[in-house]
């Protein structure tokens, strides 16, 4: 249990520090005026009129990071598929089938998003792809391999008696 509480604490810290340093990096869309039609989806789905830079969504900022500084929204995305593993491991240990589930779950919002990213213009919307795409195969293959493992404890549970 310390192994698991010690390596949240430590993915927790990382997506902390990068999310902060994301938020820094993505407020320079305030003064990009040219990118506040293409790089504002938050801004747009709120229906938040932009005049001025400070009419834009706080969420855009992680959108603009992503797009033209992503090494740190990358760190944010490696930090929350590290914080996911880690609990699934643990609930492994504890409620075997909804680690399962989780897994399965985390696997589909993983191809999802990177469909999200897949004919992306910028060098970032490229990462971001690679990353969600193996996030979601990592993912399924902890999937497959967590109900292999059930499968297996429980054949051997019923060999046994």
Known sequence: MFKYVIQLILGFLTLLMSTAISWYEGSEIIDDSLEWKYSTPFSQLFNIEINTGRD???????????????????????SVIYIFAVLIFF??????????????????????SSGIFLNS????????????????????????????????????????T
Request: one cysteine or more; glycine letters at 6%; aromatic letters at 16%.
């Open 56 to 78: 834009i969504s706080q969420l855009d900022y992680f959108v603009y990071a992503a797009k033209f500084q992503p090494f740190f929204p990358t760190i944010m995305t490696v």
């Open 91 to 112: 609930i492994f240990q504890l409620y075997r089938q909804l680690a399962i589930i989780l897994s399965g779950i985390i696997s589909c919002v993983g191809i999802v």
């Open 121 to 160: 213009t910028t060098s970032g919307g490229d990462i971001f792809f690679w990353i969600t795409a193996v996030g979601a195969l990592i993912f399924i293959c902890n999937t497959i391999s967590l109900w292999y493992k059930k499968k297996i404890q429980c054949l051997r549970a019923s060999t046994s």
